[in-house]
């Protein structure tokens, strides 16, 4: 079994590999889901050789890595439903991620014969193997988190980035609508406009599901 470690901030070897990369997954663990209340306990970053790394960023700073790694406007970074990760990003550690995509984004747009997004599911579907669950409802600001917790947390961003590359493969494949665009076009478009919704949700404009949703939009 790998044993998994929490760092206050990126190694700095690792973190010289990450910014040379293209593209990162990347998770949080938090105390909630109530914006400006609750806290980023723990974030787990992962590349395509599943090297995995685990920080705890300290209330007063000293993640500068981090943050230097989220902004690297190079680096592409991979998110399960972003919206409410880079949310907490920027009203928990101040930190503005850039670029991401969200493959749960992905999946709604390519997979319209299911209603099942999870990450769950698309560990199943796309590569035949069962997540754990069990630590699913923990308290991720405990000082000593066990072994189980960390799998559980490092699971979530494993095979992210295969998982983004089979919904891309999907995409790409798949015929043009009948109104001629393509769902490459139409993921283009619904990714752009990822970071327009974070910052209306961020500023209060969610009134719908806990401030996640916005009624902005509708007649």
């Known amino acids: 079994m790998t044993k998994y470690l929490i760092h206050d901030d990126i190694p700095e070897g690792i973190f010289n590999n990450f910014m040379k990369l293209e593209k990162i997954a990347v998770d949080t663990e938090l105390h909630g889901l109530t914006m400006n209340r609750d806290q980023i306990c723990l974030v787990q ?62 999946s709604k747009l390519i997979r319209t014969y299911t209603q099942n997004h999870g990450l769950k599911d698309l560990h199943m579907e796309l590569l035949g193997i069962q997540m754990e669950k069990e630590q699913q409802q923990t308290n991720w600001a405990e000082s000593d988190l066990s072994q189980n917790q960390l799998k559980y947390a490092a699971n979530d961003v494993l095979r992210l980035l295969e998982i983004f590359e089979r919904l891309q493969k999907m995409i790409i494949s798949r015929n043009r609508l009948p109104g001629g665009k393509s769902i490459s076009e139409l993921n283009e478009t619904a990714q752009s406009m990822l970071p327009g919704m974070v910052e209306l949700l961020v500023h209060g404009y969610g009134d719908l599901d806990r401030g996640w949703q916005t009624s902005l939009f509708s007649h």
Not at 62 to 89: C, I, P, Q, W
């Open 45 to 106: 970053l992962c590349d395509q050789e599943e090297q995995v790394c685990l920080v705890r960023p300290k209330r007063d700073g000293g993640y500068s890595r981090l943050k230097a790694l989220m902004e690297n406007k190079d680096v592409l970074k991979v998110f399960h439903f972003a919206l409410t990760d880079v949310a907490f990003f920027k009203t928990s550690l101040n930190i503005e991620v850039t670029p991401f995509c969200c493959t749960k984004v992905m």
